[in-house]
T-cell receptor, first 113, second 115 residues
Framework: AQSVAQPEDQVNVAEGNPLTVKCTYS??????LFWYVQYPNRGLQFLLK??????LVKGSYGFEAEFNKSQTSFHLKKPSALVSDSALYFC???????????FGKGTRLHILP | GAGVSQSPRYKVAKRGQDVALRCDPI?????LFWYQQALGQGPEFLTY????????KSGLPSDRFFAERPEGSVSTLKIQRTQQEDSAVYLC?????????????FGDGTRLSIL
């Protein structure tokens, strides 16, 4: 069965510094990987996805993620953090042969002004 | 509207009551998903529809939970004889077509509180 791990409950970064939010996954088939962001009292918003191809994926709001097959990781990154990036971030995986998405527990990102 | 709409946004019910939660997906979206998000946790899959067909209901926690999408658009999640552990945010998501590369578009959820 597929699973997702986000090892950090919270990440604090100073505004203007680069940020990384970690994610590792486990699937039996080919992984389809996603990052979503959630603001308070709102649903999840899609940021980016990896299906196949280039290991570096670019998404919304300047975020990008790097797929690493050997380390089964899909870390979210941004070169320069903004205070408005403060939110809850979820990594998700779909096994190639399945329809449902499995989400991690989330990482709360705090960008300090 | 342009996005996924869920109603009500907030629902308070007494233990033992039945509740019904509604989801209006984005027009034309074939796939519809229900998730349960407990406080401080990620969303957990409940069930999935492709058009009116319920293809996967493996995540429904008990037979008190029932979902339907009779005409392939609006969906209702019903919880019978509610229990306190049912308190959570229930999220609905839709995607354009069945396919592993389709992102899901989420509604803002229904926050259910069982007293």
């Amino acid at each position: 069965a597929q699973s997702v791990a986000q090892p950090e409950d919270q990440v604090n970064v100073a505004e203007g510094n680069p940020l990384t939010v970690k994610c590792t996954y486990s699937v039996s088939g080919n992984p389809y990987l996603f990052w979503y962001v959630q603001y308070p009292n709102r649903g999840l918003q899609f940021l980016l996805k990896y299906i196949t191809g280039d290991n570096l994926v670019k998404g919304s709001y300047g975020f990008e993620a790097e797929f690493n097959k050997s380390q089964t990781s899909f870390h979210l990154k941004k070169p320069s953090a903004l205070v408005s990036d403060s939110a809850l971030y979820f990594c998700a995986v779909r096994d190639g042969g399945d329809d449902k998405i499995i989400f991690g527990k989330g990482t709360r990102l705090h960008i300090l002004p | 509207g342009a996005g996924v709409s869920q109603s009500p946004r907030y629902k308070v019910a007494k233990r033992g009551q039945d509740v019904a939660l509604r989801c209006d997906p984005i027009s034309g979206h074939v796939s519809l998903f229900w998730y349960q998000q407990a406080l401080g946790q990620g969303p957990e899959f409940l069930t999935y529809f492709q058009n009116e067909a319920q293809l996967d209901k493996s995540g429904l926690p008990s037979d008190r939970f029932f979902a339907e999408r009779p005409e392939g658009s609006v969906s209702t999640l019903k919880i019978q004889r509610t229990q306190q552990e049912d308190s959570a945010v229930y999220l609905c998501a839709s995607s354009l077509a069945r396919g592993n590369n389709q992102p899901q578009h989420f509604g803002d959820g229904t926050r259910l509180s069982i007293l």
